[in-house]
């Protein structure tokens, strides 16, 4: 499935069918899901609480979680949300089941987009579709005369002129904290640059000009960002967006309706959004396309799968997008694209466009030898070289005991 076209379908399609009232049964089997903690998901797992027993646990640190949870005898939780990013240590443990005969018996309302097939089976239903792009403070941009940076050279130019007006505690926000998101942010700059993490024979790729030229650009960007960015992660950064602490930032869509929420934000109106930035001239955006969807455990009873099944139907309704439009660039039935889905719709169209995120093992390994070994660069324990020389000794290491790598 090209991730391009998943991301436009829900982008600018407007896919028809019947609105449900509320939740349209009562559930009686306990079901349970572990997901994400933005927006959308309080959307779509309260439409499904909204049916009876059933309990969501909402945590930004649900991929470390999930395999272990799942993988339990009896698993401990009936629904996992995940993206391509995360839905891959499930799927190489057996973990969550195929859904065909689900899909089949509740997903009228469903379009082929949503069906996340592996090896001809269907093991995931995407709701929305996501990215990194960039959001900027219209108003601030205005009174300094300044144009939206199209690359991160243009963003570093803006940096400085907001830097030296002192309109924001800091001039840019990013998710650069210590880990999984810091890892991210590399593989945005890395993929900007044209970068490749494995070659054919899963050997590592990342030491290499594309390698350095992006440890170089996050460390320019770094001395605009708040000190403590390496704690800094999607939440860090859009609350320093909505108290007004800082001009822009190259961050998940998923984010951008929560600008607008005038009961925690002091910028409503304020925000908007544009493409990523390129890395380097005739390149992608420096990103990467995703789709977050919801799996069912396969260690669970085939009532509770079929339950489980029967109440991501009710959270993922006509009803359910209708109330939270903004939340996402949902895949839903009624989606209306608005204002803030502008900066990812403007990536996924560029021309060249940025990759899909690899669900890949090699690329899981990768990722979380990037989140290790990364930091040490940003604190100044290494330098460049030795950073990207660590990385691929982490991965091959990692890659031996995995089996992909003699």
């Given at each position: 499935m090209m991730m391009k076209h998943l991301l436009m379908a829900g982008a600018v399609a407007l896919m028809g069918t019947t609105a449900s009232a509320a939740c349209s049964y009562e559930n009686t089997v306990p079901i349970k899901s572990l997901s994400a903690g933005f927006e959308a998901w309080k959307s779509v797992t309260d439409a499904m609480a909204e049916c009876g027993n059933f309990e969501a646990e909402l945590d930004q640190e649900f991929r470390t979680k999930q395999p272990a949870a799942f993988a339990a005898k009896l698993s401990l939780y009936h629904i996992g949300g995940v993206s391509n990013g995360t839905v891959t240590p499930l799927l190489n443990e057996g973990t969550i089941r195929p859904l065909d005969d689900l899909v089949e018996k509740y997903g009228q309302n469903l379009t082929p987009n949503q069906l996340i097939r592996i090896d001809g089976k269907v093991?995931?239903?995407?709701?929305?579709?996501?990215?990194?792009?960039?959001?900027?403070?219209?108003?601030?941009?205005?009174?300094?005369?300044?144009?939206?940076?199209?690359?991160?050279?243009g963003v570093l130019d803006a940096s400085a002129k907001i830097a030296e007006a002192g309109v924001v505690d800091y001039p840019l926000g990013a998710t650069m904290k210590s880990g999984w998101n810091l890892a991210q942010d590399f593989v945005n700059m890395f993929n900007g640059y044209g970068g490749s993490f494995v070659n054919a024979d899963s050997t590592p790729a990342v030491d290499s000009e594309a390698g350095m030229k992006a440890l170089e650009t996050m460390k320019a960007l770094s001395a605009y960002l708040d000190p403590e960015y390496l704690v800094s992660d999607s939440t860090y950064v859009q609350q320093q967006f909505q108290q007004g602490k800082i001009a822009m930032a190259n961050l998940w869509a998923s984010r951008a309706g929560a600008m607008d929420n005038e009961e925690e934000s002091q910028v409503v109106g304020k925000v908007a959004t544009a493409a990523?930035?390129?890395?380097?001239?005739?390149?992608?955006?420096?990103?990467?396309?995703?789709?977050?969807?919801?799996?069912?455990?396969?260690?669970?009873?085939?009532?509770?799968?079929?339950?489980?099944?029967?109440?991501?139907?009710?959270?993922?309704?006509?009803?359910?997008?209708?109330?939270?439009n903004d939340d996402a660039i949902w895949l839903v039935s009624g989606y209306q694209p608005g204002k803030m889905a502008q900066g990812a719709i403007a990536t996924a169209t560029a021309s060249p466009a940025p990759a899909p995120y690899p669900s890949t093992?090699?690329?899981?390994?990768?990722?979380?030898?990037?989140?290790?070994?990364?930091?040490?660069?940003?604190?100044?324990?290494?330098?460049?070289?030795?950073?990207?020389?660590?990385?691929?000794?982490?991965?091959?290491?990692?890659?031996?005991?995995?089996?992909?790598?003699?």
């Open positions: 093991m995931a239903i995407a709701m929305m579709v996501n990215t990194q792009h960039l959001m900027y403070r219209e108003d601030i941009f205005a009174d300094l005369g300044l144009d939206v940076p199209t690359d991160w050279d990523a930035p390129l890395a380097m001239e005739g390149g992608a955006p420096a990103t990467t396309l995703w789709w977050d969807g919801m799996v069912v455990a396969a260690n669970i009873t085939d009532e509770e799968a079929d339950a489980a099944f029967r109440l991501m139907m009710e959270g993922l309704d006509e009803e359910m997008v209708t109330a939270h093992s090699q690329m899981g390994l990768m990722h979380t030898a990037l989140g290790n070994e990364l930091p040490s660069f940003f604190t100044g324990e290494r330098d460049a070289a030795a950073t990207l020389a660590a990385i691929e000794a982490a991965y091959t290491t990692a890659a031996k005991e995995a089996g992909l790598l003699k």
